[in-house]
């Protein structure tokens, strides 16, 4: 089992930059990949970034690529997303998730956050 808790959210003005940060607890990450999503009200839910737990290796939306960054603390207990460059279409709700499997797909991801609201404005 894993918990997994997002921070960082927030309001920002369009150009600009956050730091979203997932917490997990519970399980060797090892085990697992991570990943964000995020969600719009009434569109499905976005791949955004993901890092095997093992090696590091990482994989980007196409919407994000350039802009974010997915990166870990030296614990590997904390997991971050970068969003700098931000747009008015970036504005969402961020979630963490955590799976045995390494995909950009939402259900590969069985434990997952209760998100962190990103609102970008112009």
């Known amino acids: 089992q894993v918990l997994l808790v997002e921070s960082g959210g927030g309001s920002v003005q369009a150009g600009g930059s956050l730091r979203l940060s997932c917490a997990a607890s519970g399980s060797t990450l090892s085990r697992y990949s991570m990943a964000w999503f995020r969600q719009v009200p009434g569109k499905e839910r976005e791949f955004v970034a993901a890092m095997k737990w093992s090696d590091g290796e990482i994989s980007y939306g196409d919407s994000v690529k350039g802009r974010f960054t997915i990166s870990r603390d030296n614990t590997e207990s904390t997991m971050f997303l970068q969003l700098n460059s931000l747009k008015v279409e970036d504005t969402a709700v961020y979630y963490c998730?955590?799976?045995?499997?390494?995909?950009?797909?939402?259900?590969?991801?069985?434990?997952w956050g209760q998100g962190t609201q990103v609102t970008v404005f112009s």
């Open positions: 998730a955590a799976g045995v499997f390494y995909l950009a797909t939402e259900s590969a991801y069985v434990y």
